[in-house]
């Protein structure tokens, strides 16, 4: 499908286009929260029923152990190549509520953004690969088989989508795999993201007495598990921001000064950066520059703390029990499952015997690079310039996506990340937002990767 095809008819069904999306946003796949159940699997039915009215041969709601993964696909010839495209339909949850504009599942289209929880991350960028099927199929242009497979438990780990590649290696054979699900440098300025940060998430419980105590009764004389455990926390990181942990650095992949000369040369306005966030300062890391830090570095970050009391007024207690969520970005080199270890033999080596310490792993994922040299890299080159004018630059994401690592080991094949979103989005924050042009612009981008790859790969 030419560029003209695709943007007159980008055009002529851009109101629908919009509306579908608003649509979708208005519900509620929390998949972290089980009072969204119901609204995670109402949104696979939505999603199901898109891509058979978009013309797939086939779509269907796999069961999993937790939420469905909607799959879909429509195989015009064997001998040409195929694309899996893969996506989630859950989002994060949008507490707290009350920071929002606007209501987070009421999507309102304001100075040109889409407003809602989702609208970036992943719902809108996921949606892009169903529009853009859809002009294909209906214009009879499609050039390449295509496959999708859009998960809804991206947001909780994708525990049971791991399960799933491993059980349907051959229905999910492919030549290379599409994901939009990150960002670029901006709107004049079109990247690839071709490298992802691993996670590691934890939650810790220190415990001190067997019961809630009077603070001025025993204040000064039983551990407080807040205190001890917001000093362990402290502990974990020097005055360098090095993480304490023995053997956490062991395995990690160091980039050479060219490379990190390359990885600089990225357009980054950092006193632009700091106005946008609000901050005086950045930190992180010494030695290394904020690109750096966010893209190539491994990070330890507290995501929640809690205990004691909270409500309104004064309670003078010394509780029982404090807790934390805890995560860590893993590069290249680094493996999750060791990482999580490592974490818990040293958070239980460092507390003291005033406290008892649990740890509880919640989920993980390997880092991941993706080659700069391959023709599905020059595809979306070309197709990115095709579409907005000028080349993609390669760049790193601090961003975790379990499933590329994932699919490297199990279907053998390389993920290439079209991602249109910008860094202002504020995915998993409140007023989260994706703009119209760069919805539109994903759509008629990810046509335009259909047409090269396969002319490249002909």
């Not at 040299?373 to 993609?392: H, I, Q, V």
């Amino acid at each position: 499908m030419e560029n003209k095809e695709a943007k007159a008819y980008i055009e002529e069904h851009q109101e629908r286009f919009l509306n579908e999306l608003l649509d979708l946003l208005r519900i509620p796949s929390v998949s972290a929260d089980s009072k969204f159940a119901g609204d995670v699997r109402k949104t696979a039915e939505f999603v199901k029923q898109k891509l058979e009215e978009a013309g797939v041969d086939k779509a269907e709601i796999c069961e999993t152990a937790g939420f469905p993964i909607v799959y879909g696909e429509k195989i015009i010839d064997e001998n040409l190549p195929t694309i899996l495209v893969y996506g989630h339909y859950d989002v994060q949850p949008a507490d707290p509520y009350e920071l929002w504009d606007s209501p987070p599942f009421e999507p309102v289209i304001k100075d040109e953004r889409i407003f809602a929880r989702g609208a970036c991350d992943d719902k809108g960028q996921m949606y892009m690969h169903v529009k853009a099927f859809e002009a294909m199929a209906k214009e009879g242009k499609l050039a390449c088989n295509v496959k999708l497979m859009i998960e809804g438990e991206e947001e909780v780990g994708s525990e049971n989508l791991e399960i799933f590649v491993k059980e349907n290696r051959e229905k999910l054979k492919s030549d290379v795999i599409l994901i939009s699900d990150t960002s670029m440098i901006a709107n004049d300025t079109p990247s690839v993201t071709v490298g992802l940060r691993g996670m590691s998430y934890l939650e810790v419980e220190v415990t001190g007495p067997n019961r809630d105590l009077h603070s001025g009764v025993y204040g000064g004389g039983v551990a407080n598990p807040i205190n001890v455990l917001c000093e362990m926390i402290a502990s974990l990181r020097d005055e360098n921001k090095h993480i304490t942990i023995p053997g956490f650095y062991d395995n990690v992949l160091e980039l050479s000064e060219e490379e990190r000369k390359e990885l600089n040369k990225s357009p980054f306005d950092l006193e632009q950066y700091k106005k946008e966030l609000d901050i005086e300062e950045v930190e992180g890391e010494k030695g290394f520059t904020t690109l750096e830090r966010t893209g190539i570095r491994p990070t330890l970050d507290v995501n929640g703390i809690w205990g004691g009391y909270i409500g309104e007024g004064a309670k003078t207690v010394l509780p029982s029990k404090a807790y934390a969520k805890i995560s860590m970005r893993l590069v290249p080199g680094q493996d999750s499952k060791r990482i999580t270890q490592l974490f818990e033999d040293h958070f239980k080596a460092i507390a003291p015997k005033s406290v008892k310490v649990k740890v509880t792993p919640h989920h993980g994922g390997e880092p991941a690079l993706t080659p700069t040299d391959s023709l599905s890299y020059e595809a979306a080159s070309r197709a990115f310039e095709e579409s907005f004018g000028k080349k993609p630059i390669p760049t790193r994401d601090g961003g975790s996506i379990p499933i590329v690592a994932l699919f490297k080991q199990e279907l053998k094949v390389d993920t290439v990340l079209l991602g249109f979103g910008l860094d202002s989005d504020a995915i998993h924050s409140p007023n989260e937002s994706y703009g119209v042009f760069n919805y539109f612009k994903g759509i008629e981008t990810i046509i335009g990767f259909h047409k090269h790859f396969a002319e490249l790969t002909k």
